[in-house]
Every structure is written in structure tokens, then in C-alpha cells.
């Protein structure tokens, strides 16, 4: 299930930035005593009670500013909030209840998502709970006394976002159609490559980078199977970003990830794989989703016979971490390949979702130990007693081992090409955990 997305709401100078760093667990908002100063988003994922999610930090919104900079901010925080499952509305309890509040909260209440709110600065409960009270007047919800600065109040705060979480997941359950997330930079092709798969304009394609803000799910029947694909806003390096709504697309691109079962990493012929595409599918990797490739453009790219290896092999070198990810050589405007993307993507779908018998396992796990003995140091050897797969989406296993610290990372990258030569895992990534046990 992929993460929700909370964003951190409310007027300039009321400490948001300060509570998603309490609640981050790590100083990354920067966090002055004056409003504006958060002018980007910034999010973090975070867990509450074995329940993760991720937090979006937003400049503040002051709805009557005729300030350029407080517009961005306003119009940045309004993206946030579209992309959200739930709000949290931080308000001030020592400026008390104003009337830009009011105004944030209609705006709010517009939104239609669920919002918990925050009386922030609370630092003495006796002292300030009668006018905590006060803020039922937004007409919103019982208001939640923290303090972010002394961490008091979280507990309870996160508690009422949990209540909101559970009724998404239940709503979530209902739809097993796999979800294909097609990522890349701006003007790749995102967009051209759906509207080929579907046969008709349904996506706004535009020559013009950074057209598609918004993460737009579209389904697609092929050869009778239901997908989800999610187009979603191209990453662009912090250096080429002009507008400040740009860098939000991140968050988009993220959060689609996170609603994904595989990836459709999309990379410009011409312009080649560049850092901004490797940060894309590090994201992709690092919440073990399904990898393809797919270089879109290439029928604008002269070629001789040692092309396809010659780009193939600086993919791989560029983008080291990803050796099971599927490549492709496409043109979304001709067609070319277009419809291997759904062969190779049923593929990895199922092999995302591929469980190994605890037998075979270990059947392998034995052979692969008498082809190459296990590290051994001072005397001591490794042991490997037993493997077991213990989940999917991505495949993750578990080994059983007498010292974890015998384990050196390359033979465990051993263990795992032996499970890859034999069950193939082909455009998933696999997760191998090592657990000690002393008998």
C-alpha cells in the first residue's frame, strides 16, 4: 500500500516548520522567527504506530498578501494540499485566533480532504487550554494542543491523522489493478507514450516542459487485463527550476511512486541518462518498486550496429544499482516498441509478486553454499541454516545465520544472483534480510 501524504498547513510564522522537524525526527526545514522563510516544500517520511506516511512542509499561506513571494508560497501550499490524503492545520495559540485563520480554513474546507487541527505553542497546558477552546470556532474539528518546539501533544495530534489513514486504506483495498507509474525529466515523452497506448489525446502533450503538473491516472485494457497508469510532472535539476509550483512536481512524482506497483522510468535519446534520472529511479528503487527502462526518442538518434550496447552498457554504468531493470529503446511518436512496454510490464508485474517455495529455496540456498564456501574469520565460519521468502512487492527474503557479522555484502550479492539466475526476477528488485540465530 503506498504511503499517505499529509501536508503541514497554516498562516506564515506558526511554526510548521518546527513541528514537521519534531515530527521528521531531523532538522531539514530551515526555521527562523520570522514568517516566509520556508519558501519550498519539503518533505519526509515518518512512522507512527507501524504506520508510514509522508510529510509535506509548506511556506505559509496569507490569502489577502499582495506580495509576489507569499503568492508562490500560497499557490505552492495549494498544491500541497491537492496532493494530500489528509491536512494538518497549524494555527498559534499565543497570536490566538485570527481572521486569516478563517480564511485558511475556507480554503480548506473547499479542498474536501480530511484535516486535523493543531494549536501550536501550547507550552503549559493549564495555561492555555482555555484558549485552545477558542479555536472550535473555525468550525473544523476539536483542535489538538501541541507544542512542536517542546514535542508535547504529538501523541494524541497523530492518533486523530491515524483515524483519517485507516478509512483511505479500507477505501484503498477494493482496487487490485496494477498501477504503472511512468516518471522521467520534463518533455520526455511521458504523456506522448500514454495517449500512443490508448489511441486517443486523453493526455495534454505539449512541447512545452512541465505541461502535465498534476499525477493523472489513466486505465488501460491490454489483452483483457486492467491497468492503472500514472502520468505524472517531470523532474527538472533545482538549478532549471523557473517557477516555484515546479517544485512540487516532486512530491507528485513521489507520491505516484509510492502508488505504484512498477516504474516506467522514462530517459531522453539525445540528451542521454543524466544525474536527475538516476535520483528518479533511486526513489523507485528505494521503495523496492518494479524498473523499466525505457529510452524514449530513438528514432531520432543515428545508429550503427553497436548502438543499442554501446547505450545499454552507459545505462547501466550511470545507473549501477539498478542491474534487474528492464531496457527498452522506444518512440512514442512512431510507435516503435510501444507495445513491448506492456509484454515486458506484465513480466515484472508478475515477478514483483513472485513467491518461492520454502523448499526450492533452500534446495538452492544448499547448492549455492557447496559451489562457494561461506566467509569465515579468525577460525569462525559462516553458518547459513535456512531461507525463507517472507513477503512480496518486492520479493524479500530471510536468511538465517549463525553471526550476521560473517555475512559480507558480496556474498550475500552472491546468494542473491544464484536466487536471480535460478527464478529469474527479471525488472524487480529482491530484498535479502540476515537474521542471527545461535543454534
Same mark, same amino acid.
Request: hydrophobic share 40%.
Given at each position: 500500500?503506498?504511503?499517505?501524504?499529509?501536508?503541514?498547513?497554516?498562516?506564515?510564522?506558526?511554526?510548521?516548520?518546527?513541528?514537521?522537524?519534531?515530527?521528521?525526527?531531523?532538522?531539514?526545514?530551515?526555521?527562523?522567527?520570522?514568517?516566509?522563510? $520556508?519558501?519550498?516544500?519539503?518533505?519526509?517520511?515518518?512512522?507512527?504506530?507501524?504506520? $508510514? %506516511?509522508?510529510?509535506?512542509?509548506?511556506?505559509?499561506?496569507?490569502?489577502?498578501?499582495?506580495?509576489?513571494?507569499?503568492?508562490?508560497?500560497?499557490?505552492?501550499?495549494?498544491?500541497?494540499?491537492?496532493?494530500?490524503?489528509?491536512?494538518?492545520?497549524?494555527?498559534?495559540?499565543?497570536? +490566538?485566533?485570527?481572521?486569516?485563520? %478563517?480564511?485558511?480554513?475556507?480554503?480548506?474546507?473547499?479542498?474536501?480532504?480530511?484535516?486535523?487541527?493543531?494549536?501550536?505553542?501550547?507550552?503549559?497546558?493549564?495555561?492555555?487550554?482555555?484558549?485552545?477552546?477558542?479555536?472550535?470556532?473555525?468550525?473544523?474539528?476539536?483542535?489538538?494542543?501541541?507544542?512542536?518546539?517542546?514535542?508535547? +501533544?504529538?501523541?494524541?495530534?497523530?492518533?486523530?491523522?491515524?483515524?483519517?489513514?485507516?478509512?483511505?486504506?479500507?477505501?484503498?483495498?477494493?482496487?487490485?489493478?496494477?498501477?504503472?507509474?511512468?516518471?522521467?525529466?520534463?518533455?520526455?515523452?511521458?504523456?506522448?507514450?500514454?495517449?500512443?497506448?490508448? +489511441?486517443?489525446?486523453?493526455?495534454?502533450?505539449?512541447?512545452?516542459?512541465? !505541461? $502535465?503538473?498534476?499525477?493523472?491516472?489513466?486505465?488501460?485494457?491490454?489483452?483483457?487485463?486492467?491497468?492503472?497508469?500514472?502520468?505524472?510532472?517531470?523532474?527538472?535539476?533545482?538549478?532549471?527550476?523557473?517557477?516555484?509550483?515546479?517544485?512540487?512536481?516532486?512530491?507528485?512524482?513521489?507520491?505516484?511512486?509510492?502508488?505504484?506497483?512498477?516504474?516506467?522510468?522514462?530517459?531522453?535519446?539525445?540528451?542521454?541518462?543524466?544525474?536527475?534520472?538516476?535520483?528518479?529511479?533511486?526513489?523507485?528503487?528505494?521503495?523496492?518498486?518494479?524498473?523499466?527502462?525505457?529510452?524514449?526518442?530513438?528514432?531520432?538518434?543515428?545508429?550503427?550496429?553497436?548502438?543499442?550496447?554501446?547505450?545499454?552498457?552507459?545505462?547501466?554504468?550511470?545507473?549501477?544499482?539498478?542491474?534487474?531493470?528492464?531496457?527498452?529503446?522506444?518512440?512514442?511518436? !512512431?510507435?516503435?516498441?510501444?507495445?513491448?512496454?506492456?509484454?515486458?510490464?506484465?513480466?515484472?508485474?508478475?515477478?514483483?509478486?513472485?513467491?518461492?517455495? !520454502?523448499?526450492?529455496?533452500?534446495?538452492?540456498?544448499?547448492?549455492?553454499?557447496?559451489?562457494?564456501?561461506?566467509?569465515?574469520?579468525?577460525?569462525?565460519?559462516?553458518?547459513?541454516?535456512?531461507?525463507?521468502?517472507?513477503?512480496?512487492?518486492?520479493?524479500?527474503?530471510?536468511?538465517?545465520?549463525?553471526?550476521?557479522?560473517?555475512?559480507?555484502?558480496?556474498?550475500?550479492?552472491?546468494?542473491?544472483?544464484?536466487?536471480?539466475?535460478?527464478?529469474?526476477?527479471?525488472?524487480?528488485?529482491?530484498?535479502?534480510?540476515?537474521?542471527?540465530?545461535?543454534?
Amino acid at each position: 500500500m503506498s504511503k499517505p501524504i499529509i501536508a503541514i498547513v497554516g498562516r506564515p510564522n506558526v511554526g510548521k516548520s518546527t513541528l514537521f522537524n519534531a515530527l521528521a525526527g531531523e532538522r531539514i526545514s530551515i526555521v527562523e522567527d520570522h514568517p516566509g522563510v $520556508t519558501r519550498d516544500r519539503i518533505y519526509a517520511d515518518m512512522t507512527w504506530l507501524n504506520h $508510514t %506516511f509522508s510529510l509535506i512542509d509548506t511556506g505559509g499561506i496569507d490569502i489577502d498578501s499582495k506580495d509576489k513571494m507569499l503568492k508562490h508560497m500560497k499557490e505552492q501550499a495549494q498544491i500541497a494540499i491537492d496532493t494530500a490524503d489528509i491536512i494538518l492545520f497549524l494555527v498559534d495559540v499565543k497570536q +490566538g485566533l485570527v481572521d486569516s485563520d %478563517f480564511k485558511v480554513a475556507d480554503m480548506l474546507r473547499r479542498s474536501g480532504k480530511p484535516i486535523v487541527l493543531a494549536v501550536n505553542k501550547v507550552d503549559n497546558f493549564d495555561k492555555y487550554m482555555p484558549d485552545v477552546y477558542e479555536f472550535f470556532n473555525l468550525g473544523i474539528g476539536e483542535p489538538h494542543p501541541v507544542s512542536a518546539s517542546s514535542k508535547l +501533544g504529538l501523541g494524541d495530534m497523530l492518533d486523530s491523522v491515524l483515524e483519517h489513514l485507516n478509512r483511505e486504506e479500507i477505501e484503498e483495498q477494493d482496487d487490485d489493478r496494477p498501477r504503472i507509474a511512468v516518471v522521467g525529466r520534463p518533455n520526455v515523452g511521458k504523456s506522448s507514450l500514454i495517449n500512443y497506448m490508448l +489511441g486517443e489525446n486523453r493526455v495534454i502533450v505539449s512541447d512545452i516542459a512541465g !505541461t $502535465t503538473r498534476d499525477a493523472i491516472d489513466t486505465e488501460v485494457v491490454y489483452q483483457d487485463n486492467k491497468y492503472v497508469f500514472i502520468d505524472t510532472a517531470g523532474l527538472r535539476r533545482k538549478s532549471k527550476i523557473k517557477e516555484d509550483l515546479e517544485r512540487y512536481s516532486i512530491i507528485r512524482t513521489v507520491a505516484a511512486i509510492e502508488r505504484s506497483d512498477i516504474v516506467i522510468l522514462m530517459i531522453d535519446a539525445e540528451e542521454g541518462v543524466t544525474e536527475q534520472d538516476a535520483k528518479i529511479a533511486g526513489i523507485a528503487h528505494d521503495r523496492g518498486r518494479g524498473m523499466i527502462i525505457a529510452v524514449n526518442k530513438w528514432d531520432v538518434i543515428e545508429k550503427d550496429n553497436h548502438s543499442v550496447k554501446k547505450y545499454t552498457n552507459r545505462i547501466r554504468e550511470v545507473l549501477s544499482f539498478l542491474p534487474y531493470a528492464e531496457i527498452l529503446f522506444i518512440s512514442a511518436v !512512431t510507435g516503435q516498441r510501444i507495445h513491448k512496454i506492456m509484454d515486458v510490464a506484465q513480466t515484472v508485474i508478475q515477478n514483483h509478486s513472485l513467491r518461492i517455495h !520454502t523448499g526450492v529455496l533452500n534446495e538452492i540456498l544448499a547448492e549455492a553454499v557447496a559451489l562457494h564456501q561461506p566467509p569465515s574469520d579468525k577460525g569462525k565460519h559462516l553458518r547459513l541454516y535456512y531461507i525463507t521468502q517472507v513477503s512480496v512487492k518486492p520479493p524479500t527474503f530471510v536468511i538465517f545465520v549463525n553471526s550476521k557479522a560473517l555475512m559480507h555484502f558480496s556474498y550475500q550479492r552472491y546468494i542473491e544472483n544464484k536466487i536471480r539466475e535460478t527464478f529469474g526476477f527479471r525488472g524487480t528488485p529482491i530484498r535479502i534480510y540476515i537474521r542471527e540465530r545461535k543454534n
